[in-house]
Protein backbone atom coordinates (compact mmCIF):
# COMPACT_ATOMS: atom_id res chain seq x y z
CA UNK A 1 0.00 0.00 0.00
CA UNK A 2 1.40 3.14 -1.05
CA UNK A 3 0.91 5.57 1.77
CA UNK A 4 0.31 8.28 -0.75
CA UNK A 5 -3.03 6.67 -1.26
CA UNK A 6 -4.28 6.08 1.99
CA UNK A 7 -7.52 7.47 3.16
CA UNK A 8 -9.62 7.80 6.75
CA UNK A 9 -13.17 7.67 6.08
CA UNK A 10 -15.33 8.45 9.60
CA UNK A 11 -18.66 7.51 9.84
CA UNK A 12 -21.77 7.24 12.14
CA UNK A 13 -25.18 6.61 12.44
CA UNK A 14 -27.70 8.03 14.44
CA UNK A 15 -31.43 6.79 15.51
CA UNK A 16 -34.59 8.88 15.02
CA UNK A 17 -34.06 10.76 18.30
CA UNK A 18 -30.25 11.79 17.18
CA UNK A 19 -28.86 8.61 19.66
CA UNK A 20 -25.91 7.27 18.53
CA UNK A 21 -25.70 3.75 17.36
CA UNK A 22 -22.75 2.82 15.65
CA UNK A 23 -19.71 5.08 14.88
CA UNK A 24 -16.54 4.55 13.14
CA UNK A 25 -13.43 5.05 10.61
CA UNK A 26 -12.34 2.89 8.10
CA UNK A 27 -8.55 3.50 6.39
CA UNK A 28 -6.68 1.84 3.38
CA UNK A 29 -5.87 2.92 0.04
CA UNK A 30 -8.30 4.59 -2.37
CA UNK A 31 -8.48 5.09 -5.93
CA UNK A 32 -12.02 6.54 -6.34
CA UNK A 33 -13.53 10.05 -5.05
CA UNK A 34 -15.40 10.00 -1.78
CA UNK A 35 -13.42 6.97 -1.01
CA UNK A 36 -16.41 4.95 -2.14
CA UNK A 37 -14.09 2.08 -3.11
CA UNK A 38 -12.71 2.31 0.41
CA UNK A 39 -16.21 1.99 2.00
CA UNK A 40 -17.06 -1.12 -0.40
CA UNK A 41 -14.17 -3.20 0.84
CA UNK A 42 -14.80 -2.23 4.39
CA UNK A 43 -18.44 -3.26 4.36
CA UNK A 44 -16.96 -6.92 2.93
CA UNK A 45 -14.80 -6.79 5.29
CA UNK A 46 -17.81 -6.33 8.21
CA UNK A 47 -19.67 -8.90 6.28
CA UNK A 48 -16.94 -11.54 6.69
CA UNK A 49 -16.56 -11.14 10.43
CA UNK A 50 -20.27 -11.88 10.98
CA UNK A 51 -21.34 -15.43 12.30
CA UNK A 52 -24.89 -16.67 12.13
CA UNK A 53 -24.03 -18.78 14.75
CA UNK A 54 -23.76 -16.01 17.22
CA UNK A 55 -27.16 -14.80 16.58
CA UNK A 56 -28.39 -18.52 16.82
CA UNK A 57 -26.82 -19.21 20.29
CA UNK A 58 -28.13 -15.68 22.19
CA UNK A 59 -31.65 -16.26 20.51
CA UNK A 60 -31.61 -13.63 18.51
CA UNK A 61 -31.63 -15.34 14.84
CA UNK A 62 -34.94 -12.76 14.46
CA UNK A 63 -32.17 -10.00 14.66
CA UNK A 64 -29.97 -11.59 12.36
CA UNK A 65 -32.45 -12.05 9.70
CA UNK A 66 -33.85 -7.95 10.15
CA UNK A 67 -30.36 -7.26 9.65
CA UNK A 68 -29.78 -9.22 6.31
CA UNK A 69 -32.96 -7.91 5.35
CA UNK A 70 -31.78 -4.44 5.65
CA UNK A 71 -28.34 -5.36 4.31
CA UNK A 72 -30.34 -6.92 0.81
CA UNK A 73 -32.56 -3.71 0.73
CA UNK A 74 -29.71 -1.05 0.72
CA UNK A 75 -27.67 -3.03 -1.30
CA UNK A 76 -30.77 -2.81 -3.92
CA UNK A 77 -31.53 0.58 -3.69
CA UNK A 78 -28.01 1.51 -3.78
CA UNK A 79 -27.99 -0.23 -7.41
CA UNK A 80 -30.64 1.63 -8.47
CA UNK A 81 -28.97 5.07 -8.54
CA UNK A 82 -25.64 6.61 -9.46
CA UNK A 83 -26.41 8.82 -6.03
CA UNK A 84 -27.82 7.10 -3.43
CA UNK A 85 -31.32 8.39 -2.22
CA UNK A 86 -32.64 5.25 -0.75
CA UNK A 87 -34.85 5.62 2.03
CA UNK A 88 -34.24 2.33 3.90
CA UNK A 89 -34.18 2.23 7.60
CA UNK A 90 -30.41 1.36 7.75
CA UNK A 91 -30.03 4.65 6.37
CA UNK A 92 -31.55 6.97 8.67
CA UNK A 93 -29.07 9.06 10.05
CA UNK A 94 -26.21 8.32 8.11
CA UNK A 95 -23.82 11.15 8.22
Given at each position: MHHNDTKKFYFKMED?????????EIEGESKIP????????????LLNSIDQQNFNESGNYPLFEHYIKEIEVTISEVKKYNTFQGKSDCREGLL
Open positions: SNGELVVRGSSDDLKCKGIIA
